[in-house]
Structure formats: C-alpha cells, structure tokens
C-alpha cells in the first residue's frame, strides 16, 4: 500500500456531468491533486467554458460532448481516451437531473405526470450511470483495477415528495452500485471497487427556485429541508469531494458495494 492512502497523482479519472456543479467541483479538486481528468457533458459549449478553467491548473485535462445514453458515443469517447492515455482509472457517473414533467407539481398529483418526461428522467438517471459503466468499466476489467462511483440521491431511500422519476431513477442507482459490485470482485478480482456516494440537499441551477425565492429567502420546500437536516443548512459542491478522494484512492481499497450519505444528517433524522 502506498504511503498516501489518497494520492490519485496520475489516475485517469472519467467524470460525466464534469461540466456541471457538482461534477466539475470534483474535476478541480481532482486535477490540483494531480489526476489526469477527462469530463463529458453532453453540450460542447459546457466542455469548453470548463476545461478553460481546468487548464490553468493543469493540461491534463480533456473533454469529450458525448450523450451518456447513447453507447455508441460512448464507445467513440472510450476509443479516444485510451489511444490519449492507455488506461482507465476511476469512473465517476455525475450526469443526472430532472425535467418539470417528471415531477409532481403543487397542484397536481402523481396522475398528471408526463410518461415520455418519466421516461426521460429514468433513462438519464438510471442508464445515464449504467452505459458508461459498461463500456469504461471493460478497461478496468482488463487491467483488473479501477474505482467505480456512482451518484445517488436521499430521494433513493425516502420517499421525498414530488420527485417520482429521479427516486425511481436513484433507487435503481443504489442496487446498480450492490450488483456491480458484487459482478466485479467475483469475476475480475479485488482490484475493482464500486460505490456510491448519496448527497443531501445541494443547491444547483435545476433546484434553486425549488428551494429558495427570487430574494434568497427560503420557499416552504426550502424550510422543510432544512427542519429536516441536523446541520440546518445545504451542502456546498466541495463538501463531496472528501468522499470522492477517498473511493478514489488506496484508503478505500477493501471497501465496495456500499453507498455513502454526505447529507448534514438527514437520512438519520427521524423529524422529531
């Protein structure tokens, strides 16, 4: 085992939604720490606003528009990073969200959600996770090392209102994370690791009118959240990264199939 149990000092680590808040939080930390990092996101203009931020800290660091549902792209992408860098370290599956027609809205009840939004939400979320595992993961298998982190939710474990097809979606995340686990250790060996890490209640652009008013202030959905958190407040971006480093590296390398909550306490809070 090395001396620093969280060096990823030349790891090439895939980061999907890397373009995004909590996504391209954990590609800057990870490139100041020395990794080589490639993000995809499905828009090239998100690509290229991130990597001119990522490039002043170092050059190794890449970019790929690629829908992570489509395996074609991203088996294109695979080839890419390969020829470029040879190997595959860490998959990090940080692409994810929801659409309005998937939830349920105040005035509505769960009869008037869209089926082709549900769909939509459920094929990002779900397979959004499971085609870049499989195709990146086909690396990891050959060299018989890697670390797999997927992103689940609180929405995976409790039955958090209006969003039915993002709690569908993570649920199916959670027991994605158990099952590749379990496939991986058995038929690669203990060098493949995978887990999940299962924020609380993060503000990014697609939940901040959910949350908060037009003045800061916080909306009724808002309140309740934060009644319901111990810590009494929301995460910030970076407060991920910690358990990031850590499946990342050597000092989670007996650790696979589980799902690690970084929620200021929420899911151990029983309301009262």
């Known amino acids: 085992m090395q001396d620093n149990l969280f060096a990823v000092s030349g790891k090439v ?106 769909r939509r939400v459920l094929d990002l979320n779900l397979m959004g996770s499971v085609l870049p595992t499989l195709v990146f993961g086909k690396a990891m298998a050959e060299q018989k090392s890697g670390s797999i982190i997927n992103i689940s939710s609180m929405a995976a474990t409790q039955s958090i209102t209006r969003v039915l097809g993002y709690s569908i979606a993570k649920a199916g995340i959670d027991m994605f994370t158990k099952w590749m686990a379990t496939e991986m250790a058995h038929k690669f060996g203990d060098g493949i690791r995978v887990n999940a890490i299962a924020p609380g209640f993060f503000i990014g652009e697609q939940n901040r009118r959910l949350l908060t008013n037009e003045d800061g202030s916080l909306t009724d959905r808002g309140n309740t959240i934060i009644q319901n958190t111990p810590m009494q407040r929301f995460g910030e971006a970076e407060e991920l990264n910690g358990a990031v480093l850590y499946l990342c590296g050597e000092a989670s390398k007996f650790v696979t199939g589980t799902i690690i909550p970084v929620d200021g306490g929420f899911g151990s809070f029983s309301g009262v």
């Open 13 to 118: 680590i895939i980061i999907t939604g890397g373009a995004g808040v909590l996504g391209g939080a954990m590609a800057t930390m990870l490139l100041e720490q020395g990794a080589k990092i490639v993000i995809l996101s499905r828009r090239q203009s998100s690509i290229d606003e991130k990597l001119n931020e990522l490039q002043t800290i170092s050059e190794n660091a890449i970019g790929f528009a690629c829908d992570v549902t489509s395996q074609e792209q991203l088996e294109a992408v695979n080839r890419k990073i390969l020829e470029r860098w040879e190997r595959i370290d860490v998959l990090i599956n940080a692409a994810g969200g929801n659409i309005p027609g998937a939830t349920v809205g105040p005035e509505q009840t769960v009869f008037d959600v869209s089926e082709e939004a549900l």
